[in-house]
T-cell receptor, first 112, second 111 residues
Framework: DGGITQSPKYLFRKEGQNVTLSCEQN?????MYWYRQDPGQGLRLIYY???????QKGDIAEGYSVSREKKESFPLTVTSAQKNPTAFYLC???????????FGSGTRLTVV | DQQVKQNSPSLSVQEGRISILNCDYT??????FLWYKKYPAEGPTFLIS?????DKNEDGRFTVFLNKSAKHLSLHIVPSQPGDSAVYFC??????????FGTGTRLKVLA
């Protein structure tokens, strides 16, 4: 079954620590994305990648970093520079803009 | 600046009646629009799309209407069912891979 997998589902991090969220897809999609969801703010784009070894900043990239070494994988690192990291993080992929996105099930990150 | 707006944060509808969810946008370059449905602690799932060359697209109980002159789209769900209770997001793109999402409307269908 093709899909997009995010892990872990819940993640706790101490302030000042970096943490990496995993996103893997076996849909053979070229493009991958990271969004953040906060209450009342919808989905905000953090980073996106249209092809391997290339990625662009979204609207709220500060304090985050990504890599795209493989087509299937697009990990997101939440660094200690991100001031409000507690949120629900969604990874998505798409074959092109016409068909929209397939989303993963999300990772809830809590900073303690 | 919010380019895609869903001004109603929540909506309650009786089972069997019509649900109408609204979405407004400001960027006239947007030419493709999507609706997603999201349950708590899950990723959004694609519902229905519409391109700017159409003014209506229908899929079963779901119909999306696009009014380009008003920069407005709406999602109609008829008849509404309790399983439709979720948060609905509209999203818009200007022909690139990148979609801009609205803030979502929480629909509650009352049995």
């Amino acid at each position: 079954d093709g899909g997009i997998t995010q892990s872990p589902k819940y993640l706790f991090r101490k302030e000042g620590q970096n943490v990496t969220l995993s996103c893997e897809q076996n849909l053979n999609h070229d493009a991958m994305y990271w969004y953040r969801q906060d209450p009342g703010q919808g989905l905000r784009l953090i980073y996106y990648s249209q092809i391997v070894n290339d990625f662009q900043k979204g609207d709220i990239a500060e304090g985050y970093s990504v890599s795209r070494e493989k087509k299937e994988s697009f990990p997101l690192t939440v660094t200690s520079a991100q001031k409000n990291p507690t949120a629900f993080y969604l990874c998505a992929s798409s074959i092109d803009s016409v068909y929209g996105y397939t989303f993963g099930s999300g990772t809830r990150l809590t900073v303690v | 600046d919010q380019q895609v707006k869903q001004n109603s944060p929540s909506l309650s509808v009786q089972e069997g009646r019509i649900s109408i969810l609204n979405c407004d946008y400001t960027n006239s370059m947007f030419d493709y629009f999507l609706w997603y449905k999201k349950y708590p602690a899950e990723g959004p799932t694609f519902l229905i799309s519409i391109s700017s060359i159409k003014d209506k697209n229908e899929d079963g109980r779901f119909t999306v209407f696009l009014n380009k002159s008003a920069k407005h789209l709406s999602l109609h769900i008829v008849p509404s069912q309790p399983g439709d209770s979720a948060v609905y997001f509209c999203a818009a793109s200007s022909g690139t891979y990148k979609y801009i999402f609205g803030t979502g409307t929480r629909l509650k269908v009352l049995a």
